[in-house]
T-cell receptor, first 114, second 114 residues
Framework: AQSVTQLGSHVSVSEGALVLLRCNYSSSVPPYLFWYVQYPNQGLQLLLKYTTGATLVKGINGFEAEFKKSETSFHLTKPSAHMSDAAEYFCAVSDRGATNKLIFGTGTLLAVQP | SQTIHQWPATLVQPVGSPLSLECTVE??????LYWYRQAAGRGLQLLFY??????ISSEVPQNLSASRPQDRQFILSSKKLLLSDSGFYLC?????????????FGSGTRLTVV
């Protein structure tokens, strides 16, 4: 069975600083991994995904993530935080079955300080 | 292009009252459909998913039920709401079959049971 662990329910960075949000997964099959962002009282928006191929994936809003099989990790990074990045971020793994169910982590709330 | 509609955006209901939340998808056929609930600090919990009309799978035992009367319509219901049913409810869809695309989410319904 697949699972996701997000370390740090709250992360605070200064504007212009590096953003690092951590995600570790467990999967019995090669994983499909996703990062979603949620702004207050809104739905989830896909930031980026890894399925196969290049292990460094780039997404929207300057975010990227690297799939590291040896570490079972898929950490999300952004070189320079903007105030508009303040949101909740969710890592997810697909069950890779016909239902395409996503198993989510508990989320990380990112605060950006001026 | 595909769009997903979810309503209402907010809802305040008394304990013991019924509930009906509706979700519709446009621009695609035979999607997988999902209902998630988001409670504070608990991430996203998959409540129900459906792979076709009348086919509903429940992920967790609860006071809620789901129905899919039409291909692109997914309804979340309750006969008698509990305080613990409060939360942010999200509908989502994905393409049928094994997919690398992830899920697309609606804008959510904030339900407060008083």
């Amino acid at each position: 069975a697949q699972s996701v662990t997000q370390l740090g329910s709250h992360v605070s960075v200064s504007e212009g600083a590096l953003v690092l949000l951590r995600c570790n997964y467990s999967s019995s099959v090669p994983p499909y991994l996703f990062w979603y962002v949620q702004y207050p009282n809104q739905g989830l928006q896909l930031l980026l995904k890894y399925t196969t191929g290049a292990t460094l994936v780039k997404g929207i809003n300057g975010f990227e993530a690297e799939f590291k099989k040896s570490e079972t990790s898929f950490h999300l990074t952004k070189p320079s935080a903007h105030m508009s990045d303040a949101a909740e971020y969710f890592c997810a793994v697909s069950d890779r079955g016909a239902t395409n169910k996503l198993i989510f982590g508990t989320g990380t709330l990112l605060a950006v300080q001026p | 292009s595909q769009t997903i509609h979810q309503w209402p955006a907010t809802l305040v209901q008394p304990v013991g009252s019924p509930l009906s939340l509706e979700c519709t998808v446009e621009g695609t056929s035979n999607p997988n459909l999902y209902w998630y609930r988001q409670a504070a600090g608990r991430g996203l919990q998959l409540l129900f998913y459906s792979v076709g009309i009348g086919q509903i799978s429940s992920e967790v035992p609860q006071n809620l039920s789901a129905s899919r009367p039409q291909d692109r319509q997914f309804i979340l219901s309750s006969k008698k709401l509990l305080l613990s049913d409060s939360g942010f409810y999200l509908c989502a869809w994905s393409v049928i079959g094994i997919s690398t695309a992830g899920s697309t989410f609606g804008s959510g319904t904030r339900l407060t049971v008083v």
